[in-house]
């Protein structure tokens, strides 16, 4: 199989997560789209590890890792949208401007 | 064209349109269930791309609680006790039976989300032009699947710190949300 199809398809949804992050402005939304982009990078991980024929199999175990963090961070993620949502009601991003001043 | 390529043709176009779906669906819990659809096409990329320990991983991880938690989030953020008139829509749209606390959860205005478009249509595309000039011919030669015995014996000897420090990491998240989310 070329290379270049895992990759593209690896880019495809990078831009689509850059999409949704910009775009929409619910932020379980933006969270969702933050997991399609980790993904897209899992995809390059093991697509290079298999095309590189590592004896360590590093992209995979990378792979590993990042699935570990993505999953770290959407609980974190979450547990601050609803305290956020219990305290001021919205889950919309643009509204939430606490830090801004 | 190998019997490879076809099914990874196949799980392309549809984790892409999935993907696609995820971020232009107006229902919200219709985006996390296109999410699943995307997620599940990801991992038979990587069981064609040799790797079925990280599939599975994915399919339990991702698919199994990932999105669950995603959809307790979506569930407990659009609770919304008070009076209402008129029919309820909760989908979310610019209908006026949208009650207020649901309209606030509306997309950005048309123009910015041109913008948004645009942006993320010039990262696929520059990313494509250098991929291409870069990877062009390169091909992944068919290999056996690698084994559990191999990643484990990778991870417990070459990469025993970083497997310790996301244990840690896991560990400082779980006590992070326990804190943020009870109430005292």
Redesign the interface.
């Known amino acids: 199989m070329p290379l270049l199809y895992p990759l593209l398809l690896a880019a495809f949804l990078f831009g689509v997560g850059i999409y949704g992050v910009l775009a929409r402005r619910n932020a379980v939304l933006v969270l969702m789209s933050v997991e399609l982009m980790l993904n897209a990078v899992n995809i390059n991980l093991v697509a290079f590890n298999a095309y590189l024929r590592d004896q360590l199999v590093g992209g995979q175990v990378f792979a590993l890792f990042v699935i570990a963090v993505a999953a770290a961070e959407v609980g974190i993620g979450l547990a601050i949208v609803l305290l956020i949502f219990r305290n001021r009601e919205t889950v919309n991003v643009d509204e939430i401007d606490l830090l801004r001043w | 064209m ?1 019997g ?2 076809i099914a ?2 196949v799980l ?1 176009v549809f ?2 349109l999935a ?2 779906a ?2 232009t669906a107006r229902n ?1 819990v219709h ?2 269930l296109f ?1 699943v659809v ?2 599940a096409s ?1 991992a038979g ?2 069981l ?4 079925p ?2 599939a599975f ?2 399919v339990i ?2 698919v199994g ?2 999105v669950v ?2 959809l ?3 569930m ?2 659009r609770a919304y006790n008070g009076p209402v008139r008129g029919p309820v829509d909760w989908r ?1 749209d610019s209908s006026p039976q949208t009650p207020l ?1 649901g309209r ?5 205005a048309p123009a ?2 041109l ?3 645009v ?3 010039s ?2 595309g520059m ?2 032009v250098f ?2 000039q870069a ?2 011919g ?6 056996a699947p ?1 084994s559990l015995d ?2 484990g014996t ?2 417990f000897q ?2 025993v710190l ?2 310790e420090a ?1 244990s840690v ?2 560990l ?3 006590i ?2 326990i804190v ?2 009870r109430r005292d």
């Open positions: 190998s490879q390529e990874f043709g392309a984790g892409g993907a696609l995820v971020v919200v985006s996390a999410l995307s997620l990801i990329v990587y064609l791309l040799a790797a320990f990280v991983v994915q991880i991702y609680a990932v938690l995603l307790f989030g979506i407990l953020t979310d606390i606030r959860v509306l997309d950005n910015a989300r913008g948004a478009a942006v993320g249509a990262v696929f990313l494509s991929l291409i990877f062009g390169e091909r992944i030669e068919a290999g690698t191999q990643l990778s991870i070459r990469f970083p497997f996301v990491l896991l400082a998240a779980l992070g949300a943020l989310s």
